[in-house]
């Protein structure tokens, strides 16, 4: 008898298999959403990181490390109101498009940049991350600072208010009784706005907010029991030299080494008392026929000045009779592609010059024979530069190795000389001390200047320009000196 096969077994077998699996996938789908999440999580996570390093690289500089602005260069991005407004749509294209009109590039690969879309979702991603702890636009309001208020004061406003507010063609302003009338606001919106009606322009138009905030806090310093003093503000070496060679080197010679008609400035017991070396270049010695350079330069530019004497007087400028100035004009021109902007050197290109323990171990007459011969691959300068000029570059290196800031070159051309005081007397109150530009227009590769020929540079200078500040100076200069400073400006093209 056959025997009879037992089902059961397996039904109950199968029963149970498929419980299990209805159990295990149940529990897997119920684990999967949070799965899901965190892998999300991770994703983003990622992208952040990503993110965090691009901006690190290519937007702190505007923007800030933390996204919270640069003073006249980049908005504030870590806000909650900035934040809130933007969707991660307009941050992408931003980015991407970048902002016309502005300093703000387009990044994207679609108008010419460099990123990719991945790229720029990853910004996104970093910048939406401050969302949760961003502050306030309120939080972040920027504060004046009464010393840069100081510096824009010197070279802008003292000339009709006076050094420290005491008035001069304009206005007393650091009357307390004024200080007390008005507030801030008062002053910010006279500031940006002027009072046209009463000869002061519109200042609005030519500084920034922050600028004009900055000279708020200064103007509102004079109610303090300290406030800041203009004259004791410290000075730039190297603008200092550059505004010596232009006005003081025809009488106290290179250096302050001192002529027939004016006294060594370069020694410790003439610049032993500041306050007097100030007073003495404000407001001249007319018996002696030094002029008072305090009707040409501004305060700040009498405190560089200065800062050059104590420099001369400390020994911290080279004394081998190069100029750094004009040193930094020759590296820029043939030294900064392989040895980097402030020599920080260039890999595979030019070694570090600042610091060097080379240039510092070695004599100028090394320093020269390698500058004429040159090495490796840097190409020799013997038919290029003057023994002038490599004195000119050792001193430079020679600065680099003393700690002392980089130069910031001005024509120093000695054929020059006399239409540059010409001009320092003349044209520098608006123009500049080198042409820069301050209240008129720059007139370094100006492209009237470019365009014109000599006759109509003098007929601007002689007759002035109708409708602007400029008036002429014919009566006050004779055609010979006009024609001087239009050789100046030709020298600055």
Known sequence: MKKEYNYHFYAYLGAALSLAVILVFGIFSALQPTRM??????????????????????????????????????????????????????????????????????????????????????????????????????????????????????????ACHGVSGEGAAGPRLNEPALLEKYDDEYFRQVIANGRPDRGMPTWGSVLSPTQIEDLVAYIRSWQKEVPVAIAELGGDVDRGESIFASTCVACHGPRGSGTSIAPRLAEAPILSDPNAVYATISEGRLEAGMPSW?????????????????????????????????????????????????????????SPLRPSDFVAGADDAILADLVLSGHGEMPAQANILSEQEINDLIALLRSWQAGAPTATPLAEDTLLKDAQLLFVRNCATCHGMSGE?????????????????????????????????????????????????????????
């Open 294 to 350: 305090g009707q040409v330069l501004s305060p700040a530019e009498i405190n560089d000045v200065i800062a050059y004497l104590d420099a001369l007087k400390a020994g911290a400028i080279a004394e081998g009779g190069g100029s750094v100035a004009n040193g930094a004009r020759l590296y820029a021109d043939g030294c900064v592609t392989c040895h980097g902007l402030s020599g920080e050197g260039i890999e595979g290109l030019g």
């Open 437 to 493: 530009g301050r209240d008129g227009p720059a007139l370094v590769a100006n492209e009237f200047v470019q365009s014109s020929d000599d006759q109509a540079i003098l007929n601007i200078i002689a007759d002035g320009r109708a409708n602007t500040a400029m008036e002429g100076f014919a009566g006050r200069l004779t055609e010979e000196e006009m024609l001087a400073i239009t050789q100046l400006l030709r020298s600055w093209q």
């Open 37 to 158: 999440a965190t892998s999300a999580m991770e994703v983003k996570n990622e992208a952040i990181t990503r993110g965090a390093e691009v901006f690190a690289r290519d937007c702190a500089t505007c923007h800030g490390v933390r996204g919270e602005g640069v003073r006249n260069s980049g908005p504030a991005l870590n806000t909650q109101e900035f934040l809130k407004e933007a969707s991660d749509a307009l941050i992408f294209n931003t980015i991407a498009d970048g902002r016309p009109g502005t300093s703000m590039p387009a990044w994207g690969q679609a108008r010419g940049g460099p990123y990719t879309a991945q790229i720029v979702e990853d910004l996104v991603a970093f910048i939406r991350s401050w969302q949760d702890t961003a502050p306030s636009i309120e939080e972040l309001a920027y504060q004046g600072d009464p010393l840069e208020g100081a510096v824009l004061f010197s070279t802008t406003c003292y």
